[in-house]
Structure formats: C-alpha cells, structure tokens
C-alpha cells in the first residue's frame, strides 16, 4: 500500500468489471445499487480528458442528487485547489474506464490523488469501471502501447511497454487488478503480471479478475460482496506457491489457488494478505484418474481443438483463434466448477506438451502451459443466503500450475514434480 494512503479506512470500494452501459440495460441494477451505496448522493465522474455528460446523467436518472465531471488532463488540473474541493465536496467518486497510465501520470503524488484518500477516510464511495476499477488495487498495470492482449504478454510478460505501479492509491493491498476478464480471456494475463511483479519485487502479490456486467464491492473491514452476471476470479498465493521468474525463459509457478465467485457469495479479503484464511483452506490435492496411456495417446492427435480424456480437458492452440481463446477458458473452468471434470490443461499455439513413459506429461516450446487441478467436492468458503446456489456456480481451491520445461505432471498422482525426478 502507498504509504501516504489509509491504513484503516472506512470508506466503500465498488469495482466495476466493464461492459457497455445502457439505459434499461444490466447497468441499471449494477449503477443503482451504487447509487444506493452513496444514499442517493452528489457523484464526482473522474476522467483524464474532455467527456460528453451521458455518465452524469445516468447515475442522475438513477437516482443520483447531483453527478458532475471531474476532468484532470494534466498534474497542473490535478494540483488545482478548485478541482480539489471539488471532489472533496461530492459524496461519491465514480473513476471512468479509459487507460490507467494516463491517470497514474496525471494523478499520482498531487492534491488530486489526496482528496481520493480524504474521501476513503470520511467513508464515501470510490467506485470504478474497467481500468477506473483496476486502479485501486494496489499494483497498477500501465501500458504505454495501448490495449495489450493477454497473448502478447503470455509470450512475453517481460515486455518493454508496459510497467507494473505501485504507488499509486492502493485502497486494495496486496493485489493486482484486471477487468473484462472472462470475456476477453484475461486469466494468463494477470498469471503473467504477477510472475513479473514477484521477478522484479521478490513479492507475491494476489491477483483479481472482475467480469463484465459484474461488481466486487469491498467494505470497511474488507469483506469483498460479488454482484452481477458473471464471476470474480481470485489468484491467490500461499506458503505452497512458488515462482521460478527469469527474462530469459517463460515463467512457471507452482501452486496458485484459483477460485471462481458468483454473485451472493462473499470473501475476508484481510485473511488473504496474511494468508491466514479461515473460510478456504489449503487441501492436499487429490488424485485423478486421467485414462491409460494408449487411451491418450490414441486421442492425442487430435488436439487442435478443445480436447477431453475421461477426466481431463485439454484446450490446445489455445489463442490461434483469439476470439475463440476466451470461450475455450471459459468451457474448461465451467467443467471443473461442475465436476464435469477434474483437471484441465491450456497449450498455447507456441507452446509444447507431450506424452512419456507411463503417464507423464512434459512441457516446452516458446510459452508454458497452464495446468488447473480442481478440489470440488471441498465447496467450503461461501457464505450467502442462497449458499447451495452459489457453490454450484463457484470454483473454489483450484490449483494453478505454470508449467515449461523444468517440471513434469504425472496423472496417476495428479501431482508436479522437477524434471530430475521424472
């Protein structure tokens, strides 16, 4: 966290995860229930350039007392007393999406940045959508050439145009946020960016992926609510998790928690960043059954396209067809979530798997591959009044594993082990 921000403040964060706002859309509830939040209001709309007024009129429709743009283009608009007063006056902050550099470059150290602590501490609402949204996690993902896709960074997370912020708000400690994220396919992304924060850091860090339609709404003892259509997925590192990060190959990592959350669910936040969780904790990985090794490898020519043995899916060229990469996620976590399926493995176009001896499988190429190994079963962690609901829908104590040329999966054991056991 910023030093100069809030230890322990009180205010309400509402992270919006994108999507095209409507009237009488899926953002009425969402921009409602947010409205609500403020108790109907003053909102100050942040911006970096000039915008038309649709946002301020619609949360005004909404319901809102007052909404008007904040526009800071620059860190002389961000050091203006007027401007300042201005957001300090409002009873909520709404951030609009856009690009986060540009924020960070006109906000970060200024007055402006200090109202936003100012409201945190009288316990107003800070809410963003898209990159408005990933700004309040602590570490902020700046890139300097626009839109970067997920596959540019799986090939290369080390990349020069992009830089990982830390000093910036922070309202989120210990996490990295990303937005838009099942519907553009986004989970190897911020794989990528953490195992880049913790190569140039030494630092494990949580990720955060919000969907489209869907808001994470985190309270003053941060107690984080999902609401909306889609899912929150949360990437959370333990005393298990290790990385092996170095720019001159792929990164891998070993034992990530994934889980997926549903609207009516909710998350203790705090037990997260001490990795002292009480509601979902750390289980031995059971074993799978993943076929005989003539059953794979009678079906491993044809693994161009989404690929299943009885308790594996297997998405090969994963990003040959970018539109069709988020889909495929999506049908894989969607399997493991049901117990349709117990493990599921994500080969990119660039990236190697083979079979050997028995039943292991081994990794290589230009990317590494993703290994998801599923606890359902262990639905633990879920509080809601519609609880049986929400654990039908939600991932929980998923294991994510990195994997490239160091490492082998046996699948009789279900387990990863160093090569020179293999």
């Given at each position: 966290?910023?030093a100069?921000?809030?230890?322990?403040?009180?205010?309400?964060?509402?992270?919006?995860?994108?999507?095209?706002?409507?009237?009488?859309?899926?953002?009425?509830?969402?921009?409602?229930?947010?409205?609500?939040?403020?108790?109907?209001?003053?909102?100050?709309?942040?911006?970096?350039?000039?915008?038309?007024?649709?946002?301020?009129?619609?949360?005004?429709?909404?319901?809102?007392?007052?909404?008007?743009?904040?526009?800071?283009?620059?860190?002389?608009?961000?050091?203006?007393?007027?401007?300042?007063?201005?957001?300090?006056?409002?009873?909520?902050?709404?951030?609009?999406?856009?690009?986060?550099?540009?924020?960070?470059?006109?906000?970060?150290?200024?007055?402006?940045e200090?109202m936003?602590?100012?409201?945190?501490?009288?316990?107003?609402?800070?809410?963003?959508?898209?990159?408005?949204?990933?700004?309040?996690?602590?570490i902020?993902?700046?890139?300097?050439?626009?839109?970067?896709?997920p596959?540019?960074?799986?090939?290369?997370?080390?990349?020069?145009?992009?830089?990982?912020?830390?000093?910036?708000?922070?309202?989120?400690?210990?996490?990295?946020?990303?937005?838009?994220?099942?519907?553009?396919?986004r989970?190897?992304?911020?794989?990528?960016?953490?195992?880049?924060?913790?190569a140039?850091?030494?630092?494990k860090?949580?990720?955060?992926?919000?969907?489209?339609?869907?808001?994470?709404?985190?309270?003053?003892?941060?107690?984080?609510?999902?609401?909306?259509?889609?899912?929150?997925?949360?990437?959370?590192?333990?005393?298990?998790?290790?990385?092996?990060?170095?720019?001159?190959?792929?990164?891998?990592?070993?034992?990530?928690?994934?889980?997926?959350?549903?609207?009516?669910?909710?998350?203790?936040?705090?037990?997260?960043?001490?990795?002292?969780?009480?509601?979902?904790?750390?289980?031995?990985?059971?074993g799978?059954?993943?076929?005989?090794?003539?059953?794979?490898?009678?079906?491993?020519?044809?693994?161009?396209?989404?690929?299943?043995?009885?308790?594996?899916?297997?998405?090969?060229?994963?990003?040959?067809?970018?539109?069709?990469?988020?889909?495929?996620?999506?049908?894989?976590?969607?399997?493991?979530?049901?117990?349709?399926?117990?493990?599921?493995?994500?080969?990119?176009?660039?990236?190697?798997?083979?079979?050997?001896?028995?039943?292991?499988?081994?990794?290589?190429?230009?990317?590494?591959?993703?290994?998801?190994?599923?606890?359902?079963?262990?639905?633990?962690?879920?509080?809601?009044?519609?609880?049986?609901?929400?654990?039908?829908?939600?991932?929980?104590?998923?294991?994510?594993?990195?994997?490239?040329?160091?490492?082998?999966?046996?699948?009789?054991?279900?387990?990863?082990?160093?090569?020179?056991?293999?």
């Open positions: 966290m910023n100069d921000s809030p230890g322990n403040s009180n205010g309400v964060l509402y992270l919006i995860g994108g999507g095209d706002e409507a009237y009488n859309s899926w953002s009425d509830v969402i921009f409602k229930k947010l409205v609500e939040r403020a108790n109907g209001g003053k909102f100050a709309v942040l911006y970096y350039d000039e915008a038309d007024d649709w946002m301020c009129n619609y949360l005004k429709y909404l319901g809102a007392k007052d909404a008007f743009h904040v526009i800071i283009p620059d860190r002389k608009a961000a050091n203006n007393l007027h401007v300042c007063r201005e957001m300090l006056n409002a009873d909520a902050l709404f951030i609009e999406g856009g690009h986060q550099q540009l924020y960070v470059e006109n906000i970060a150290g200024t007055c402006a200090q936003i602590f100012e409201m945190y501490r009288q316990e107003k609402v800070l809410a963003g959508t898209s990159a408005g949204a990933m700004l309040l996690g602590e902020s993902f700046l890139s300097y050439a626009g839109r970067i896709h596959e540019a960074l799986f090939h290369d997370p080390f990349m020069s145009n992009i830089s990982l912020h830390d000093s910036f708000l922070g309202l989120v400690p210990n996490t990295l946020i990303d937005t838009h994220f099942s519907e553009r396919g989970l190897p992304r911020l794989l990528m960016l953490m195992a880049r924060y913790y140039e850091t030494s630092r860090i949580t990720g955060i992926g919000i969907d489209e339609g869907t808001v994470l709404e985190i309270d003053a003892q941060m107690q984080a609510y999902i609401i909306g259509n889609g899912k929150v997925t949360l990437l959370v590192p333990d005393e298990y998790t290790r990385f092996l990060c170095t720019e001159s190959k792929p990164p891998q990592m070993l034992n990530l928690r994934l889980h997926q959350l549903s609207a009516g669910a909710c998350w203790d936040l705090k037990s997260e960043y001490s990795y002292d969780d009480n509601r979902v904790e750390s289980i031995p990985i059971d799978i059954q993943g076929g005989t090794v003539d059953e794979m490898r009678a079906r491993s020519g044809a693994m161009d396209e989404a690929h299943q043995w009885r308790d594996i899916m297997v998405v090969r060229d994963l990003y040959k067809n970018p539109c069709s990469a988020a889909m495929q996620m999506n049908d894989m976590l969607r399997a493991l979530a049901l117990g349709e399926k117990h493990a599921g493995i994500l080969v990119a176009s660039e990236g190697i798997m083979e079979i050997v001896g028995n039943n292991r499988l081994t990794f290589g190429g230009a990317v590494p591959s993703l290994v998801f190994v599923s606890q359902q079963g262990k639905r633990i962690g879920i509080e809601s009044a519609a609880a049986d609901a929400v654990g039908k829908q939600s991932l929980l104590n998923a294991r994510v594993h990195c994997l490239h040329d160091e490492f082998a999966y046996l699948l009789d054991h279900h387990e990863v082990i160093p090569i020179g056991q293999a």
